[in-house]
């Protein structure tokens, strides 16, 4: 399945829950971001570094704040302004004056892509607002005056207008006559050096709000945070009862936050999403946990313990809690290998007329002879001839002794041109090892992939260990069919299943 192969391309580190403390993974940003008040603004041109001082475009900012903006394109000049303040800033001039008396910007405004840029810093200075450069994350901070208050969270969803284009400027133009310029004081030849410092950091005021979170919803085998902004998860894993703590500092809700929130304010922010098709997760809980720093706290109720993986990808703004199903300690694993139909029931016939049953045979003794010298593995075959046991017979089987994992092997048939490998799970605890498998079952067939689908089968539905069901390829399809049929596909495919086995218990 396409979106789950998506995932393997993103940074991710394995968690137990014996561990403890857990740190997040984040993946690689590629783009600076630039935050105003807890919310992600779209400029058209990112903030960007020039001289060790950190630019943003000063429009979609400023603007956002309530700011008047204004764009003299003879002048060459912009305007910040509302009732109380007027900064006036020109091209590649680096004093500005704010309220009429001149200031030294450190750097000139410069523009881009018909965006003026302006250093952080100065913004910061000249409105008297709090901003940060936060490198790690390649992130630029804004705070409004009015969201410095810890327990403001009065904040407008809003897309930005324009992403910060100031006025119409035709490229290269250059004939704005100079003498309208306004004078320079003199600043200009006396400016001081570069700044030995790195721009505008300004980190000795953590901000309070860096992310609202949107939604949090559960997915098969993963509880997702949709963020907007910055969010720096802290997880710890607890015992009695079994649960994983996520601690988001700085975030808040967002006004629209889903599941909504509790509508009296005596109940206070807080919710909890239940969850009922998980072999661990019972319920996901959510509240504010602490006002000051404002931190939100999201606990993963389990009813056992189970592995977790975070994944926090900053670029799609989507926090991801992964469950997986832990992998028993121990030095030997049962497994049971499932040839389908036989005996009785032969199965699909294929268009040569061979039956499907020999095919299913075929693979799994393939598997018994690869994995036999395995003293890790005990491998458990519901047939190894052509006789019939009923799909309760398989089920009890597999559940009685205690398998780990249970692989049923067929092939299919449909339509003359329905052709490709497939695999199917039915639990949610089966999802991880069908995606595993499949993955390497479509390498070793090199047939069409369709992917990993859920569907009720007996063997897979009524057994309890993750269980999956394979179908190699349709025997109804003249292309598939003669493959089915090499020696070739079969070793490939038997080797494949052995890996897949090894794979899920961690044993390669
Ligand atoms: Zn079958």
């Given at each position: 399945m396409k979106k789950w192969t998506s995932l393997l391309f993103v940074a991710i580190v394995m968690l137990f829950l014996s561990t403890g403390m857990a740190h997040a993974a984040t993946t690689v940003q590629l783009k600076p971001k630039l935050i105003l008040d807890?919310?992600?603004?779209?400029?058209?041109?990112?903030p960007v570094i020039i001289d060790?001082?950190?630019?943003?475009?000063?429009?979609?900012?400023?603007?956002?704040?309530?700011?008047?903006?204004?764009?003299?394109?003879?002048?060459?000049?912009?305007?910040?302004?509302?009732?109380s303040t007027e900064v006036r800033m020109t091209l590649n001039k680096a004093t500005a004056?704010?309220?009429?008396?001149?200031?030294?910007?450190g750097i000139s405004p410069q523009i881009k892509s018909n965006n003026v840029l302006i250093p952080l810093r100065f913004l910061g200075d000249s409105l008297d607002i709090q901003v940060m450069w936060d490198n790690r994350?390649?992130?630029?901070?804004?705070?409004?005056?009015?969201?410095?208050?810890?327990?403001?969270?009065?904040?407008?969803?809003?897309?930005?207008?324009?992403?910060?284009?100031?006025?119409?400027?035709?490229?290269?133009?250059?004939?704005?006559?100079?003498?309208?310029?306004?004078?320079?004081d003199g600043m200009i030849g006396n400016l001081p050096d570069k700044p030995t410092d790195p721009g505008p950091v300004l980190p000795s005021v953590p901000p309070q709000v860096a992310g609202h979170i949107q939604e949090v919803r559960y997915e098969p085998?993963?509880?997702?945070?949709?963020?907007?902004?910055?969010?720096?998860?802290s997880v710890t894993s607890l015992d009695f009862p079994k649960r994983v703590v996520v601690d988001l500092p700085s975030a808040d809700f967002?006004?629209?936050?889903?599941?909504?929130?509790?509508?009296?304010?005596?109940?206070?922010?807080?919710?909890?999403?239940?969850?009922?098709?998980?072999?661990?997760?019972?319920?996901?809980?959510?509240?504010?946990?602490?006002?000051?720093?404002?931190?939100?706290?999201?606990?993963?109720?389990?009813?056992?313990?189970?592995?977790?993986?975070?994944?926090?990808?900053?670029?799609?703004?989507?926090?991801?809690?992964?469950l997986k199903q832990p992998v028993p300690d121990k030095s030997l694993f049962t497994v049971v290998l499932d040839a389908g139909h036989g005996g009785s029931d032969p199965g699909a016939r294929g268009i040569s007329g061979h039956?499907?049953?020999?095919?299913?045979?075929?693979?799994?003794?393939k598997v018994q002879a690869l994995l036999a010298n395995d003293d890790r593995i005990k491998l458990v075959l519901t047939r190894s001839g052509d006789t019939y046991p009923s799909l309760d017979d398989r089920v009890n089987l597999a559940n009685s002794i205690g398998a780990d994992l249970f692989i049923s092997v067929h092939a299919n048939s449909y339509y003359a041109s329905t052709n490709g490998t497939e695999t199917y799970y039915t639990r949610a605890n089966s999802l991880s090892f069908a995606k595993l498998m499949h993955s390497l079952m479509v390498q070793a067939t090199g047939l069409?992939?369709?992917?990993?689908?859920?569907?009720?089968?007996?063997?897979?539905?009524?057994?309890?260990?993750?269980?999956?069901?394979?179908?190699?390829?349709?025997?109804?399809?003249?292309?598939?069919?003669?493959?089915l049929w090499t020696a070739a596909l079969q070793d490939r495919v038997a080797a494949a299943i052995a890996n897949g086995i090894k794979q899920q218990l961690k044993l390669s």
């Open positions: 807890g919310k992600t603004l779209q400029p058209k041109v990112p060790n001082f950190v630019m943003v475009p000063v429009r979609i900012v400023t603007e956002n704040m309530g700011y008047t903006v204004n764009y003299d394109n003879k002048k060459k000049q912009v305007t910040v302004s509302d009732d004056y704010v309220d009429g008396s001149a200031q030294t910007m994350i390649k992130a630029a901070f804004v705070y409004s005056s009015g969201n410095t208050n810890p327990g403001n969270t009065d904040v407008s969803d809003t897309k930005p207008p324009e992403g910060g284009m100031i006025g119409n400027l035709p490229g290269g133009q250059g004939n704005g006559s100079d003498d309208t310029v306004p004078p320079e085998e993963a509880v997702v945070l949709k963020y907007d902004g910055l969010v720096t998860p967002n006004t629209n936050f889903l599941p909504a929130l509790p509508a009296d304010p005596a109940l206070g922010k807080q919710g909890e999403l239940l969850v009922s098709d998980h072999p661990a997760l019972t319920k996901v809980r959510y509240s504010l946990y602490a006002d000051n720093p404002r931190t939100l706290r999201f606990v993963l109720d389990l009813n056992q313990p189970w592995d977790y993986t975070i994944l926090n990808n900053t670029t799609t703004g989507e926090l991801r809690i992964e039956w499907e049953k020999e095919f299913n045979l075929i693979i799994v003794r069409k992939d369709n992917g990993v689908r859920q569907a009720g089968f007996k063997v897979i539905k009524y057994t309890t260990m993750p269980a999956i069901l394979l179908e190699a390829g349709y025997l109804s399809n003249k292309v598939d069919e003669p493959r």
